[in-house]
């Protein structure tokens, strides 16, 4: 220990030299350094003060180029340019915002990241966003009102516009907590709001269409395994299932509608209660395509031929249906078009015609026959839903 103490302190009085002579380090090692290029090692931030400098030209000069907002020669632009370029010029974004009063960034706030339908869905969102400049602050509320409003609240400030996913029933609460005058596109949502633009996929259409198309002539014991309860794509898919049996003429029983929570576990659990049932349907719709995997899994397991011995329809179509075995049947909901619409009901918003209108718009689905319900294609035919 006794001869550990005097380096110990060695190395202590060394570190206070190197802070003391920090600051004359570049007159010590004999160099004459120019005070705009020290300042800007000091302060490891080029500002526009140092393209004009290095360019012999204003800053408005510079300013009217990086922003594209007045006349300047070409010679003078490329040479600024390239001098941004070679000094790693970054405008600083939080001065800008000051000014412009706009983050050119759209918040995001869906009941959840995970899966093929919420990636495709920010795909289209982040693709028209970049389009037309903005980018995109995306946070999950896991369904939660509670999570949802504290997301909200972090944006505040941060974001030009809101796009909310809020398909729970408590959509109202959620809706709440957008701030006033901030535009906003709702999607999926029960709640009609009406400071907010909104989009809804016809689930209705798309489940009563799938219905009946796995029916046919021949089919009537149709189950369906539902989506998670309290959520209005889940409902409307339950009304459509429904109506169609009951324009069919087809008996409905309660064991053949069992509830799912739209995972391809709960599909896998819910096929495995149909496989038991005494009677069991001859055909089951899917609420969601994640829920159809899973009960594919569970009727080959079971030794049952899709479609031969149970047909089986999704919903949502997502890429993975034509890839299973037999390629899924769905309804295809245009995923990526409901992103791209979000942000063009946004950029409408923000304009001055905008702010003094509510749009209100619904997506059409389209029933896509694969070989689940025993189409040939993998592809798959497409038919209005």
């Known amino acids: 220990m006794a001869r550990v103490t005097p380096i110990t302190n060695r190395l202590d009085s060394l570190t206070r030299d190197c802070k003391r002579l920090q600051p004359r380090w570049p007159i010590l090692c004999g160099q004459r350094v120019s ?32 922003n594209e907002s007045g006349p300047v020669s070409e010679g003078a632009r490329a040479r600024i340019l390239e001098i941004a370029r070679r000094l790693r010029y970054a405008p600083n974004e939080a001065a800008r915002t000051l000014i412009s009063r706009r983050t050119s960034t759209f918040g995001v706030v869906l009941p959840d ?49 809101l ?17 006033d005058g901030l535009p906003a596109v709702l999607l999926n949502c029960p709640t009609v709001d009406g400071r907010a633009n909104s989009i809804e996929i016809d689930n209705y259409n798309g489940a009563y269409s799938m219905v009946r198309h796995l029916a ?52 896998h659990a819910a096929a495995r209660r149909f496989v038991a049932l005494g009677t069991r349907p001859e055909a089951l719709f899917v609420s969601n395509d994640s829920m159809a995997i899973g009960a594919l899994s569970a009727l080959r397991d079971a030794a049952l031929r899709v479609p031969e011995d149970v047909a089986v329809g999704g919903f949502d179509d997502i890429p993975m249906a034509q890839y299973t075995s037999p390629p899924l049947t769905s309804v295809r909901v245009p995923m990526g078009t409901l992103g791209a619409e979000a942000v063009g009901l946004l950029m409408d918003a923000m304009t001055k015609e905008g702010r003094t209108r509510t749009l ?11 070989g689940s319900c025993g189409g040939q294609s993998r592809n798959g035919a497409e038919a209005p839903a």
Request: proline share 4%; aromatic share 4%.
């Open 360 to 370: 209100r718009r619904a997506l059409p689905t389209k029933l896509v026959v694969r």
């Open 35 to 66: 005070p705009p290029f020290h300042s800007r090692v000091l302060r490891l931030k080029v500002t526009i003060r140092d393209v004009a400098r290095e360019a012999g030209v204003s800053v408005a000069t510079v300013s009217r180029v990086l």
């Open 163 to 179: 796009v909310v996913m809020a398909p729970g029933a408590d959509a109202a609460a959620v809706v709440a907590g957008i701030p």
């Open 216 to 267: 046919g002539d021949t089919r009537r014991r149709v189950g369906v395994i539902a989506g998670t309860p309290n959520n209005h794509d889940a409902a409307e898919r339950l009304r459509g299932y429904r109506d169609a049996l009951t324009d069919l003429g087809i008996e409905r029983r309660a064991e053949w509608e069992i509830e799912g929570n739209f995972t391809e576990a709960s599909g």
């Open 113 to 161: 990241l995970h899966g093929e339908f919420f990636s495709e869905v920010i795909r289209g969102l982040d693709q028209a966003a970049k389009a037309n400049g903005f980018h995109l602050l995306v946070s999950g509320s896991h369904n939660d009102a509670s999570e949802a409003d504290a997301a909200l609240r972090a944006m505040r400030g941060r974001v030009d516009g």
